[in-house]
């Protein structure tokens, strides 16, 4: 089930997604802009995708282009495509799919290029959280623990796409237009690789205490605190992608990639990966 706090998230996250890309638009970006999109939730299981000409128009591209990206999301078994009356493009169910994009995306990213993606990540979260400690309310914290809560035992799909809008929350509390804009770019590049993460129980439960003990610190205003908590819980997370990373390209194989991937996989989400409790 949808609420709003699913909703406020892809709004932020398909602004940023469909962020213009200009005369440097190829079917691949395209496609690669769509694929963030699924990846961090701000489209779902079921929905619609905006139409050919609309895409077109977000990105900046011819619409031949967007049909060519739309085509190669869809033998990829990302999306359906339906004619007629009420038709366009769906997303499926397709969580261990996505898993095994985002897979082979960590392993086309060079060691240092996922570092330094790991440093700005950390940098732009942390600069947030410590204007947060000066700005936010009480009652703004609650409302972000209540989605922390409400995210505990959810499969690993809506479990991503409640902590990201925990942490978008949390950067807005900054009070920075510029700061939460570039943190939410940087959750769209980032998050698909965090995902991959998310299937491994114990790094997720790192990941849930940590935001937790960050709303702690900013509920004190404590900004030493809460950028401590922010560096580390991104330095664990890259140097878990790092490691994944190796054990993925020990044998690039179609075979290898899916067994290490399921091997990281918890019990709940082999059942269903991507599913909510209503």
């Known amino acids: 089930m949808t609420n709003s706090h699913d909703r406020s998230v892809s709004s932020r996250l398909r602004t940023a997604a469909f962020a213009p890309i200009g005369d440097e638009g190829r079917a691949e970006l395209v496609e690669s802009r769509l694929l963030q999109a699924i990846s961090t939730g701000a489209f779902i299981e079921g929905e619609r995708l905006p139409s050919e000409s609309e895409l077109s128009g977000l990105f900046g591209v011819a619409v031949v282009t967007v049909r060519e990206a739309l085509g190669t999301l869809r033998h990829r078994g990302l999306i359906d495509t339906k ?3 009420g038709g366009g493009s769906f997303v499926r169910s397709s969580p261990g ?56 035992d959810l499969a690993a799909g809506a479990w991503r ?15 920075s237009v510029r700061l939460t804009s570039e943190h939410v770019r940087m959750q769209t590049e ?3 690789l965090l995902a991959l993460q998310d299937t491994d129980i114990d790094q997720r439960n790192l990941t849930h205490e940590a935001l937790i003990a960050q709303v702690e610190a900013t509920r004190e205003g404590d900004a030493v605190a809460a950028r401590a908590i922010v560096r580390e819980s991104v330095r664990a997370s890259v140097r878990w992608l790092a490691d994944l990373r190796a054990e993925l390209l020990a044998a690039p194989d179609d075979a290898h990639v899916r067994a290490t991937l399921e091997k990281h ?13 209503a």
Request: glycine residues 6%.
């Open 190 to 192: 980032f998050t698909p």
């Open 161 to 175: 796409r409640r902590i990201t809008d925990a942490q978008l929350e949390l950067a807005s509390l900054s009070q």
């Open 83 to 85: 004619r007629g009356r």
């Open 97 to 152: 799919v996505v898993q095994e994009v985002n897979a082979r995306t960590l392993m086309n990213t060079p060691r240092v290029a996922l570092a330094d993606l790991g440093v700005h990540y950390e940098m732009v979260v942390a600069t947030c959280a410590e204007y947060a400690c000066m700005r936010a309310t009480s009652e703004e914290l609650d409302v972000v623990l209540g989605v922390l809560h409400d995210a505990v």
């Open 265 to 277: 996989r918890g019990p709940r989400d082999s059942a269903g990966q991507d599913g909510e409790a």
